[in-house]
């Protein structure tokens, strides 16, 4: 079976750090688009950001830009979010995605979906 299982969220201050992982298991994740997602309950899912499979292309919200950084360790199967100078503001559900394609990902239409972590940013 395919599955991504999250990790790394938490509670930490505002200004500190936090890396989560995104790990699979029953397919290769380097082959797959990978995003990440958070959702703050009462609004829309927002796309964090997301690596290309075809060539480690990598995007970012606006509103991470420059604090946030997605990577893959292909060894270890496994796509992060090393998020730095965190915000109240970044408090949210985090979940990551992968799908072949990556319109679809953007779309929200991943084939497959971790059960997410949460972050918590507060002093």
């Known amino acids: 079976q395919m599955h991504l299982v999250e990790s790394g969220g938490g509670l930490v201050q505002p200004g500190g750090s936090l890396r989560l992982s995104c790990a699979a298991s029953?397919?290769?994740?380097?082959?797959?688009?990978v995003a990440w997602f958070r959702q703050v309950p009462g609004k829309e899912r927002e796309v964090v950001s997301c690596i290309k499979a075809t060539d480690g292309t990598t995007t970012y919200a606006d509103s991470v830009k420059d604090r946030f950084a997605i990577s893959r360790d292909k060894a270890k199967n496994t796509v992060y979010l090393e998020m730095d100078v965190l915000k109240p503001e970044d408090t949210a559900d985090y979940y990551c995605a992968a799908d072949r394609s990556y319109q679809h990902i953007l779309a929200g239409r991943a084939n497959y979906w971790g059960q997410g972590t949460q972050v918590t940013v507060s002093s």
């Open positions: 029953g397919f290769t994740l380097n082959m797959y688009a």
